[in-house]
């Protein structure tokens, strides 16, 4: 049995801290939560135990699927020819699966801050919901993008090694030809990461300090500083958007750019 390259084995603890660092994360959350519910209330007690599960719940099966998910990358690694773009789609999907996550907790925002004098339990209910959700995609999508920017550093700092790998003789004469124009949009994706990151930490502390300022006080709905937390939310999570959907499009032109010409002409180019 061969061993797997030190790198792999570098990337899969990587992995698994990183799903731990979410799992702490998401106990920290999970107390601030419980801590918020009124102790007097029967009903909120049984919800914090709900609560609880669901953090515990969460944070296990992201530990497994990130960990599961490096094992499985390695050994399809070491077994086969990575062809040039494959992994395109699977990282269009993650930013997808994001922006679809950031839309829906900004449309509940939108009904939470609809309501008159207070919020209703349910609308608070659904409302912290969807920042969980947002909260467990983020990590995805960020393990995924930094991937994405290692292997295609990697990729443009050893061009020629990977390119003599490209056995398709009309794919190499491809991407030696695009390798300018797949290099600029490659650039481009981390520039708008980055932005998106940046934007990001004010748009999910603002979600926070709406949720618990509510869980505390839902009659604070109307409260100078929840009214400004729900603004500051709303433009930060349209930003963050912006960047998604723009990753999306240089992802997009990277396929084009990567599609044999006889191809695209059946198919057509996406832009």
């Known amino acids: 049995m061969v061993a797997p390259a030190l790198p792999k084995l570098i990337a899969v603890e990587v992995e698994t801290g990183r799903a731990l660092l979410v799992f702490r994360q ?3 959350d999970e107390n601030h939560l419980l801590i918020n519910h009124h102790p007097q209330s029967c009903k909120g007690s049984v919800m914090g135990i709900k609560t609880r599960k669901y953090f515990i719940v969460t944070a296990l099966l992201l530990l497994g699927a990130l960990v599961l998910s490096s094992s499985c990358a ?4 070491t077994t086969e020819t990575i062809r040039p773009g494959s992994r395109i789609p699977q990282y269009r999907q ?3 699966v994001a922006e679809k996550a950031v839309e829906a907790v900004l449309e509940s925002l939108t009904v939470v801050s609809g309501q008159v004098n207070q919020c209703p ?3 608070l209910t659904k409302f912290a919901a969807q920042v969980r959700r947002l909260q467990v995609e983020s990590v995805q999508v960020r393990a995924r993008t930094e991937a994405m920017q290692a292997r295609g550093d990697e990729y443009f700092k050893d061009w020629q090694k990977h390119l003599a790998q490209v056995e398709d003789p009309q794919m190499r004469a491809l991407v030696e030809r695009e390798r300018p124009a797949l290099q600029q949009s490659f650039e481009k994706i981390k520039v708008l990461s980055q ?3 940046e934007a990001f930490q004010p748009f999910m502390g603002s979600l926070r300090q709406v949720r618990n300022a509510l869980e505390k006080d839902p009659a604070s709905l109307a409260s100078e500083p929840v009214q400004t937390s729900i ?5 930060k999570g349209e930003e963050v958007r912006g960047r998604l959907r723009g990753m999306q499009k240089e992802l997009d032109r990277m396929s084009a750019l990567l599609t044999p010409p006889q191809k695209s002409a059946s198919t057509g180019r996406e832009g």
Do not use: C, D, F, Y
């Open 121 to 123: 339990p349910e609308v």
């Open 74 to 77: 390695s050994k399809q690694q």
């Open 231 to 235: 603004k500051t939310a709303r433009e």
């Open 26 to 28: 998401l106990e920290i």
């Open 195 to 197: 932005q998106g990151r």
């Open 94 to 96: 993650v930013t997808v």
